[in-house]
């Protein structure tokens, strides 16, 4: 089993910062994948960032503002939010595409979620 442990949601003014870290732990054999999606008030949970090997995607109303990092050796994600607004309101999940061992497939492991708050 993996547990994914997110950090640093909270409550920030418009044009502030807020750093999330989410750290995996657990049966781990190998990472394809890791990254955020978001679900704001009343709509469905939407691509934030996502990062691997050999690429970096960003949801169109983040780039420019968001920036995903990796720790590799500590299974560790975090997602820097600059120039935050009141539309980034939203429950921040991260997700791991975990290899349990060598004979499993992968699959998506979520996060608890983390509630940002952009307001005055």
């Known amino acids: 089993q993996v547990q994914l442990v997110e950090s640093g949601g909270g409550l920030v003014q418009p044009g502030g910062s807020l750093r999330l870290s989410c750290a995996a732990s657990?049966?781990?054999?190998?990472?394809?994948?890791m990254g955020w999606h978001r679900q704001p008030p009343g709509k469905s949970r939407e691509l934030v960032a996502l990062?691997?090997?050999?690429?970096?995607i960003y949801g169109e109303s983040v780039k420019g503002r968001f920036t995903i990092s990796r720790y590799k050796a500590k299974n560790t994600v975090y997602l820097q939010m600059n120039t935050l607004n009141p539309e980034d309101t939203a429950v921040y999940y991260c997700?791991?595409?975990?290899?349990?061992?060598?004979?499993?497939?992968?699959?998506?492991?979520w996060g608890q979620g983390t509630q940002v708050t952009v307001s005055s």
């Open positions: 657990g049966s781990i054999y190998s990472i394809r994948g």
């Open positions: 990062l691997t090997d050999t690429d970096i």
């Open positions: 997700v791991f595409d975990v290899r349990a061992s060598r004979n499993s497939a992968y699959r998506d492991y």
